[in-house]
Every structure is written in structure tokens, then in C-alpha cells.
Nanobody, 118 residues
Framework: QVQLVESGGGLVQAGGSLRLSCAAS????????MGWYRQAPGKQRELVAS???????TYADSVKGRFTISRDAAENTVYLQMNNLKPEDTAVYYC????????????WGQGTKVTVSS
């Protein structure tokens, strides 16, 4: 049905940068919101950043000022630019797309691993 394909993860040193990409199988405007979640070992999955159809963005406090979510509608792709990475950012990052009507439905990518070394 809906496919979300993530790329861009890898190993970086603290202070470095990565850009994650999430390519969707249909128009990103067919979703009410898209975002990035992450799950670190032994922790709950948490919302990192999201962007609505109306182009409003939300960020977790822990990444505010360092991460930026953006989109390229022509490429059906959402990005997460991650700057000044910290070891605490180490996690598997998952792309999420959601529709709200008639009920909330969520779609997930398989995840891309980000490792930040000290």
C-alpha cells in the first residue's frame, strides 16, 4: 500500500551532521502530517520532528535548534537535517506518515540507524 523508504543514516562523530531522507510512494500532501521518530536502545520511541500539510513544524526540545525538517513535494520526500549531533542522538530513526480522516492511520518506514560517537 504505502511505502516509506528511508536513507541517510550512518556513523558520525559528535558535532557532525547527517541528512535523513524519507521517500514516499505517493504525494506527501495526501498525508496530514509526516515526521520522524527515533528509538534508542532501552527507550521508548519518541517524536523528533513533524511537519503538517500546512507546513507547520514541531520539534522535540532535545533537538530544537539543531534539527530541521523539510520537504520536497516534487520528489515525494521529507528530510531531516541533523546538525551538531550528540551521542544522545544515537538511535534508529523512523519515518512516519499519518492521515487523520476518517480515522487516524499511521504508516512507517523500516528505520535507518544513526550512531554518534563521542
Amino acid at each position: 500500500q504505502v511505502q516509506l523508504v528511508e536513507s541517510g543514516g550512518g556513523l558520525v562523530q559528535a558535532g557532525g551532521s547527517l541528512r535523513l531522507s524519507c521517500a514516499a510512494s505517493r504525494s506527501i500532501f495526501s498525508f496530514n502530517v509526516m515526521g520522524w521518530y527515533r528509538q534508542a536502545p532501552g527507550k521508548q520511541r519518541e517524536l523528533v520532528a513533524s511537519i503538517t500539510n500546512g507546513d507547520r513544524s514541531t520539534y522535540a526540545d532535545s533537538v530544537k535548534g539543531r534539527f530541521t525538517i523539510s520537504r520536497d513535494a516534487a520528489e515525494n520526500t521529507v528530510y531531516l537535517q541533523m546538525n551538531n549531533l550528540k551521542p544522545e542522538d544515537t538511535a534508529v530513526y523512523y519515518c512516519n506518515a499519518a492521515t487523520f480522516c476518517p480515522y487516524r492511520s499511521d504508516y512507517w518506514g523500516q528505520g535507518t540507524k544513526v550512531t554518534v560517537s563521542s
